[in-house]
């Protein structure tokens, strides 16, 4: 479908659900969709994601970026914070999804990469049961599969185990690939990691090193990159940001690398090369 229409479709099931006064709609603009909403216009930037052995891009992360309104210079997960309940963030954040659908579509060099989505850790307390399902009449709305869909939760290590480890295995069933975000920030427990089963752990910045303490970071990272094949999980080191960093990634074992180093958040794609990907 073409992404004209697309965005119409998905306006007029939005005002449908919002009533005659909603004001949230997807709209183009110079060839990029934006998105009205939480009082706010919002964008998408996409981050690439390296193989560290080849250097070649194997996928997208889709970022929220703020054009307009009240969130300008905030981090955009502020907008998130003015949700006045469960389900309205849990709407919130499908549409933030959609809109870097849309804007994914626009990408024809993509083809073959994975992208990479994050989701709300309240969506995985506010939905009970189904997790991926309405997400999945959303993809197939725009011709695409959750087999191409990296969907990227986060752990704080607080959560009951057993029911983020029920959400991550009803996406996985789906066809879903699901990461661990910033793993080391809140917790760096491998138990709740082999209970939880990811495809993919993303380690967080903490862990990648800075000047004085890159051999201190070699050790750790390779230790954890050893243990995440263990358990069958490959892992992204974020925020690589200078050369230094790159080689204790490498060295490291690490498969696969994101940060300012291997490039920075845009508004297109960088063409993907190389059918690797994390598994």
């Given at each position: 479908m073409p992404l004209d229409d697309l965005v119409h479709d998905f306006n007029t099931r939005s005002h449908l659900l919002q009533g005659a006064g909603g004001e949230e709609c997807f709209e183009i603009v110079d060839g990029q969709v934006r998105a009205r909403m939480a009082g706010s216009v919002f964008g998408t930037l996409f981050q690439p994601i390296v193989d560290c052995r080849s250097g070649r891009v194997?996928?997208?992360?889709a970022l929220l970026r703020v054009i307009e309104g009240p969130w300008v210079g905030l981090p955009p997960q502020a907008a998130y914070?003015?949700?006045?309940d469960d389900p309205s963030l849990v709407q919130l954040d499908r549409r933030v999804r959609t809109l870097h659908l849309l804007n994914f579509l626009q990408q024809q060099a993509q083809e073959g990469g994975f992208l990479a989505l994050n989701v709300h850790s309240q969506l995985l307390r506010g939905v009970h049961a189904n997790h991926g399902l309405a997400f999945e009449a959303i993809l197939a709305h725009c011709g695409l599969t959750p087999e191409g869909i990296v969907l990227e939760i986060p752990d704080d290590g607080f959560d009951p185990l057993r029911r983020l480890a029920g959400a991550l295995e009803a996406y996985r069933a789906r066809g879903y690939r699901v990461a661990i975000d910033n793993f080391g920030r809140h917790t760096a427990s491998l138990e709740r990691l082999e209970v939880l089963a990811p495809?993919?752990?993303k380690l967080d910045r903490s862990l990648v090193g800075h000047a004085g303490h890159l051999n201190l970071a070699r050790r750790?990272?390779?230790e954890l990159a050893e243990e995440l094949?263990?358990?069958g999980a490959s892992a992204i080191c974020q925020c690589v940001e200078s050369p230094m960093q790159s080689q204790v990634a490498k060295e490291a074992g690490v498969e696969f690398m994101q940060g300012f180093l291997v490039g920075r958040p845009a508004a297109r794609c960088l063409p993907v090369a190389g059918p690797r990907s994390p598994r």
């Open positions: 194997v996928g997208h992360e914070l003015d949700m006045p495809d993919i752990v750790v990272i390779t094949r263990r358990i």
